[in-house]
């Protein structure tokens, strides 16, 4: 079982809605966290991150850590076709700072 | 500032064939990894490097693979013999050195064994 684990989706919002996507993991003791944007063909690009319980908010994005339940999700407020795309999370594991990826989610945000 | 640069975009080659493939970190980066994503595994870490050592290599999956960084601006991973499987796109990314530092990706190279 890999220690970050995503649903691969497809996760499908029309336009203007608010797309959320979550991520759990399994080692207690990671502290930091980050989410790629990854379009199709292209590499994967940092979009978030957050160390901290809570929400932390750029733009559109918001990425909400929970350590107490072991999950951290990103929501894309007033979602545009553009987003769509397949979204990586990635956090320490295994008592590494090395983050481990999930698998990613896809988005299709349709007109 | 110029992002990490990895080289070539494509490589197609026969099986058997040595492949290099080749990567410029980001300027004052100290750490170094080497992904493999394919559609069946995802996203999979190589090898990572911090100040020019390999650190961890229990993700490169057998003997053919093998990963060199000679300084802080140069890497390459050489798969020799190469085989249909190892065909997939191949990511170089960068970071600051520390915990708690994002991965800076290259835009990779894209395998195909023939």
């Known amino acids: 079982q890999k220690e970050v684990e995503q649903n691969s989706g497809p996760l499908s919002v029309p336009e203007g809605a608010i797309a959320s996507l979550n991520c759990t993991y399994s080692?207690?003791?990671?502290?930091?966290f980050f989410w790629y944007r990854q379009y199709s063909g292209k590499s994967p690009e940092l979009i978030m991150f957050i160390y901290s319980n809570g929400d932390k908010e750029d733009g559109r994005f918001t990425a909400q850590l929970n350590k107490a339940s072991q999950y951290v999700s990103l929501l894309i407020r007033d979602s545009q076709p553009s987003d769509s795309a397949t979204y990586l999370c990635?956090?320490?594991?295994?008592?590494?700072?090395?983050?481990?990826f999930g698998r990613g989610t896809s988005l299709i945000v349709h007109p | 500032d110029a992002g990490v640069i990895q080289s070539p975009r494509h490589e197609v080659t026969e099986m058997g064939q040595e492949v290099t493939l080749r990567c410029k970190p980001i300027s004052g980066h100290n750490s170094l990894f080497w992904y493999r994503q394919t559609m069946m595994r995802g996203l999979e870490l190589l090898i990572y490097?911090?100040?020019?050592?390999?650190?961890?290599d229990s993700g490169m999956p057998e003997d053919r693979f093998s990963a060199k960084m000679p300084n802080a601006s140069f890497s390459t991973l050489k798969i020799q013999p190469s085989e249909p499987r190892d065909s997939a796109v191949y990511f170089c990314?960068?970071?600051?050195?520390?915990?708690?530092?994002?991965?800076?990706f290259g835009d990779g190279t894209r395998l195909s064994i023939l």
């Open positions: 490097f911090n100040n020019n050592v390999p650190i961890d």
């Open positions: 990314a960068s970071s600051g050195t520390g915990g708690n530092q994002p991965q800076h």
């Open positions: 080692d207690r003791g990671s502290q930091s």
């Open positions: 990635a956090g320490p594991s295994g008592g590494s700072y090395i983050p481990t």
